[in-house]
């Protein structure tokens, strides 16, 4: 009997994949719509190389089916859906697992439209629309999180339009918004993209209460934004961003954050932004970071500006350098074990030049003598740092250079000086048992080292406790993959 379960086991996935048909568009059906209706669930429609438009092509619903939409070539450029200026792909009826592929979609009013569906989007692009991404009302989010990779967007209004979005962008880039780069009401998760060259009000906001972002590994650049980069409307929002560049933006502030607001930028650099720089009545937190060379519109006002009552800011292993502005922050609550021009009246900070290679072609890291080397504090609230911003390992001592710094030694900046290539981290920092996914088994692992050992340890404390429970539970349900 178990070897006719095991046998029955293997079978099934096999005896569904022979039933899965594949439908060739024109050569089995006139149009995507009369393959769609054709096609069982798993099926694959595949479009030949060509421009589809007209009734039959433009819009395309999926009509709740799971399916694969791809092109032949996986030629974004040669495989083209035109919409004519209306809607283009329609996943209203929860098509769980859908999957296009390969496809341009041109002059669209809106380019994905979802109601709770969790498609992956794979190697797309959209050109010359206003909405690439859509949900009628409600959410686009049935049981899993819809995922973007590798697709380009050129040439639009406002990314999402949607409340209680809960989506992944990964490998992807965005140039051409006019209004509003992204607007996200849920949870978002950004990894390994680039924003460039768009011109637009707002970069990137979350819009709704509680709404959070994880932005990692991420380029913003050689954007204007008539307003703000990055967005905390929502109150109690939070911001995470990870290994991240901005460079050469203009706007009028880097960050930007309702009461209530959190944030945390942990290995990011900040580079020739015309800005004030970062404005909130909330908490923002800095790690390991480097500003350089910003506000050069701007001499007469701090590059980093925290008004309202009580601390609003802290700063930690960070690098402030000829920056045209005249000082570090207003009203900061800590800025320790940093390199400040100018000085900072705090613990661990230093007046040098931090001696960077070649800072004029973004290579900002230390040169041997460097006064940032072993200097920092392992100390830091929010994640353990795993890697440097070039993927080496955080923590290295240098033999050259004594250890002024607090606990084991980390250089000041986003670059860890003569550290060994360690490779890239999972996009979710909490991911404690590696499987793309920070869910029950990553509180299941940190519920058993709590109180115990270190292996659940997020917080650079040396002990799994509350602080690393909270941890997780800010990145709980991202996904990784």
Not at 29 to 50: E, K, M, R, Y
Request: net charge negative; charged share 15%; aromatic share 8%.
């Amino acid at each position: 009997m178990r070897n006719i379960v095991l046998i029955l086991t293997l079978a099934l996935p096999l005896a569904a994949s022979a039933l899965a048909d594949t439908i060739l568009v024109p050569a089995d059906a006139p149009t995507i719509q009369a393959a769609i209706d054709l096609a069982d669930p798993n099926d694959q429609v595949i479009l030949a190389d060509g421009v589809y438009t007209g009734p039959g092509n433009a819009p395309v619903n999926f009509n709740g089916k799971r399916l694969v939409l791809r092109s032949a070539s996986g030629d974004p450029n040669a495989c083209v859906i035109d919409a004519n200026g209306g809607p283009a792909i329609r996943m209203i009826s929860g098509e769980s697992g859908a999957v296009v592929y390969g496809i341009g979609i041109h002059d669209y009013s809106q380019g994905i439209a979802m109601i709770d569906a969790s498609p992956i989007i794979q190697n797309c692009r959209l050109v010359d629309g206003r909405r690439p991404i859509s949900c009628f009302g409600g959410t686009c989010i049935s049981g899993d999180w819809p995922r973007f990779l590798n697709c380009r967007v050129d040439g639009y209004s406002e990314l999402i339009d949607a409340r209680g979005v809960a989506i992944t962008f990964r490998g992807c880039q965005f140039s051409g918004a006019t209004n509003i780069g992204m607007s996200v009401s849920g949870r978002c998760v950004i990894d390994g993209c680039r924003f460039v060259n768009n011109v637009s009000t707002v970069g990137f906001q979350l819009s709704d209460i509680q709404a959070s972002a994880i932005i990692t590994n991420s380029i913003f650049e050689h954007n204007l934004f008539y307003n703000k980069l990055l967005y905390l409307q929502g109150q109690n929002s939070r911001m995470s961003v990870y290994r991240s560049w901005f460079l050469d933006n203009v706007a009028t502030e880097l960050a930007d954050g309702s009461s209530g607001a959190t944030w945390l930028f942990d290995h990011c650099v900040f580079a020739r932004n015309d800005t004030i720089g970062f404005y909130s009545t909330g908490q923002m937190t800095f790690t390991n970071s480097l500003f350089v060379q910003n506000g050069r519109q701007f001499v007469n006002l701090p590059i980093i500006l925290f008004p309202g009552p009580g601390p609003q800011a802290a700063l930690f292993n960070c690098i402030y350098w000829n920056n045209s502005a005249t000082g570090v922050a207003r009203r900061s609550e800590t800025v320790q074990y940093s390199i400040v021009e100018r000085g900072w009246p705090d613990v661990g900070n230093i007046d040098a030049d931090p001696m960077f290679v070649d800072p004029n072609n973004n290579d900002f890291r230390l040169r041997p003598g460097s006064p940032a080397i072993d200097a920092g504090t392992i100390d830091l609230p929010g994640i353990c740092p795993q890697v440097d911003l070039a993927l080496a390992e955080r923590v290295f001592d240098d033999p050259n250079t004594p250890n002024t710094g607090f606990g084991a030694p980390i250089d000041i900046g986003p670059f860890e000086f003569g550290a060994p290539f360690r490779g890239g981290p999972t996009p979710c920092l909490a991911d404690l048992t590696g499987d793309q996914r920070v869910d029950l088994s990553d509180l299941a692992q940190l519920i058993a080292s709590y109180a115990r050992d270190a292996a659940g340890d997020l917080t650079c404390d040396g002990q799994t406790d509350l602080a690393d429970l909270a941890a997780l539970l800010s990145f709980y349900g991202a996904d990784c993959e």
